[in-house]
């Protein structure tokens, strides 16, 4: 739903992250568009899951120390590479805390914002009984390329990004609740 707010250049894909297999169904609905996104560093330990991560143009993150690449990896994508960027402003499912790394890369790289939204299953369970899946396309978020990227800029964009977050949401299943998991204990 929306797929006419798909630019024809590439873009920042934002979206509140409520699965780890939403990246799958966003590349698909950008399809034939590749896609790259940021995971979590410990996901490439396991040689069939960084065989995946890296064929699906995925680059590691330590979340901890996030050095550098963590803007200049996706900055080139956009730009040089001419991907679109999949990326979760909460960094993880754990939050609902948005981070400031979505408004750097846009101004950096230039690209637009586009929210995006997945309704679905939420349980791996519930994914294999094929239950519904409905991918919600936004138009793109207001940004003011030329105005100095500050704390107040920042925080309208993450308001921006999550009023429209709702929007879509509404437009899709307004009785439509997510919930955010548990984080497992190690």
Do not use: C
């Amino acid at each position: 739903m929306g797929k006419e707010n798909l630019p024809d250049k590439p873009f920042i894909l934002v979206a509140p992250h409520r699965t780890w297999w939403e990246p799958i169904f966003f590349a698909l609905v950008i399809s034939p568009r590749e896609a790259t996104f940021m995971a979590k560093k410990e996901l490439f330990k396991n040689p069939i899951l960084r065989f995946i991560l890296v064929h699906a143009h995925a680059f590691p993150v330590d979340r901890a120390h996030p050095g550098p690449s963590v803007i200049k990896t996706p900055v080139k994508a956009l730009k040089k590479e001419d991907k679109v960027l999949i990326m979760f402003p909460s960094g993880t499912r754990y939050s609902e805390q948005l981070k400031g790394g979505a408004s750097l890369i846009a101004k950096l790289s230039k690209a637009p914002l586009v929210p995006f939204v997945y309704q679905g299953p939420l349980s791996f369970g519930d994914l294999m009984k094929h239950k519904q899946i409905t991918i919600g396309v936004g138009p793109e978020i207001d940004f003011d390329f030329k105005a100095k990227l500050d704390e107040k800029q920042t925080k309208q964009i993450n308001d921006d990004m999550e009023k429209a977050w709702d929007r879509i949401d509404d437009e899709i299943d307004p009785s439509f609740e997510y919930i955010p998991p548990k984080k497992k204990n190690k």
